[in-house]
């Protein structure tokens, strides 16, 4: 009787691990929307004593085990930040802007919730040298933008969102794949936008080619119309985040954040970029 009880509770623990959502029954809106508040808070405090914590916090930074405490120090306001909350996953996304005069940063933030408290923490987090980083520029664009929930009938399903996202992510090795382009689109990749304000904003405006997208990890926010993916860019697995609001089956917007191991991942620097190509920072419209 002893090792049937025994053999139960631990059946119990190992499901609660693996399957933190369906351990607690789900997750609501509020309690998801509380922990991304918290995670906002812990930075603007530069302490992880905002948040309901396990014993053992699994953090890991652009793709490698970190420290958690080191990177909430020191303390940094957040000057602008979205959330997606994922109800089936208990999971949350974060994206937020510091634009901290000695390091500005841009951080992309998935989290879970599980059986022991919040975590694992999965954090890209970029500064100047990676990405078509400017930090300004990303805060002036994506604040203009609508995040907002969505209208309940007007909603896609889970299913729709993802494929919708898989589709232009899979473009970049497939270029027959079918995307759903809408009209307007704009893409926020790091501090470059090709949002003019301008009815005919378009997101297809060409990716590289050959280029595998793989390890996909998924939040979804069905009311927010937004899915958001942690992947490995290409053969040399860069850490990277791609956001997507879906509108109507098409997409409305996209957010990328790269953590580059080198300068602009190789590339000329960014401002060389934009000399060449002022076009890449469209005035910001209002």
Known sequence: ??????????????????????????????????????????????????????????????????????????????DWHMALLDTTQCKIYVESVMLDEERPIVAATQIGNGFFGVGPFDNIVTDEGDWLFDAKATYEYARREDWSEIPEGQRGTREQLIAAANSYLDLFNDPGVEVPWGTPCARLEGGSYTGTGADTDSCNVGVPTGVELTNRRYVVDEAKGAVNVFLDFGASGRPDSHTFRIEDGKIRYVHTVTYCAEDNCGFKPFAEMLAENPGMQPPYAD
């Open 1 to 78: 009787m002893v090792r049937k009880i025994s053999a139960f509770l631990f059946a119990g623990v190992a499901m609660a691990v693996a399957s933190p959502a369906a351990a607690q029954g789900g997750c609501d809106r509020a309690m998801l929307q509380g922990i991304a508040d918290d995670w906002v808070s812990a930075i603007q405090q530069g302490t992880m004593m905002t948040m309901k914590l396990g014993e053992w916090v699994d953090y890991n930074e652009n793709g490698k085990r970190s420290s958690l405490g080191n990177f909430l120090y020191p303390e940094r306001n957040v």
